[in-house]
């Protein structure tokens, strides 16, 4: 099992960046992929991204492809969502989540196995 603590949201003015960070415990983080989900109220929950096990690949939502990136770091137990030229639209929570496999571009949140509690980030226009 894996517990996962997001941190790094808060408020932003359009255009505007930030990191959003996850830090893992509990079995190795190494052995588990990793994604990050945003849900906005009133929505579904929305996939933005996710990495591989080694951090190799990675893999984006439409929505966010181009202005975001993420990235891990398997000795530190940490998984970090870039967010730049940020939109109003990007108001969300965001979510970390962990599961088991290899591939990237698994966009279901249900094939995740294990999930944080959230950071708020609002834009503000």
């Known amino acids: 099992q894996v517990q996962l603590v997001e941190s790094g949201g808060g408020l932003v003015q359009a255009g505007g960046s930030l990191r959003l960070s996850c830090t893992a415990s509990?079995?190795?983080?190494?052995?588990?992929?990793m994604g990050w989900f945003r849900q906005a109220p009133g929505k579904e929950r929305e996939f933005v991204a996710d990495i591989t096990r080694g951090g190799a690949y990675t893999y984006f939502g439409d929505s966010v492809k181009g202005r975001f990136t993420i990235s891990r770091d398997n000795v530190q137990n940490m998984v970090f969502l870039r967010m730049n030229s940020l939109k109003p639209e990007d108001t969300a929570v965001y979510y970390c989540?962990?599961?088991?496999?290899?591939?990237?571009?698994?966009?279901?949140?249900?094939?995740?196995?294990?999930w944080g509690q959230g950071t708020q980030v609002t834009v503000s226009s």
């Open positions: 989540a962990a599961r088991f496999g290899s591939s990237a571009g698994i966009t279901k949140a249900e094939e995740y196995n294990y």
């Open positions: 509990g079995r190795a983080f190494s052995s588990y992929a």
